[in-house]
């Protein structure tokens, strides 16, 4: 049974940093793109970061960039997203994605709110 469960999220004030995490089983984690996505009510969803299977490729919104971290660790079958300089607009659920050619598993997501 494949499962995406995200956890990390929280309250925090402008500029704090929270680090959330992405656990995944039921597939073969470490052949698989891993990305994360954030979404608030009334919005699409919008893509924030990616990395490879391997790790040797990542990509992030211009928005994040310089703020946000994605990292994964394939023996823990765990991708993450570290976020520093945490601003307002950075409100949002935020849902883990593996992707492998058209696989996709979604996640249920973890909601972050920065708010003074």
């Known amino acids: 049974q494949v499962q995406v469960v995200e956890s990390g999220g929280g309250l925090v004030q402008p500029g704090e940093s929270l680090r959330l995490s992405c656990a995944a089983s039921?597939?073969?984690?470490?052949?698989?793109?891993m990305s994360w996505y954030r979404q608030v009510p009334g919005k699409e969803r919008e893509f924030v970061a990616s990395?490879?299977?391997?790790?040797?490729?990542?990509g992030y919104i211009d928005s994040v960039k310089d703020r946000f971290t994605i990292s994964r660790d394939n023996a823990k079958n765990t991708a993450y997203l570290q976020m520093n300089s945490l601003k307002p607009e950075d409100t949002a659920r935020y849902y883990c994605?593996?992707?492998?050619?058209?696989?996709?598993?979604w996640g249920q997501g973890t909601q972050v709110t920065v708010s003074s």
């Open positions: 994605k593996a992707s492998l050619a058209w696989r996709n598993y």
């Open positions: 039921g597939f073969t984690f470490s052949t698989y793109a």
């Open positions: 990395i490879s299977s391997t790790s040797s490729s990542t």
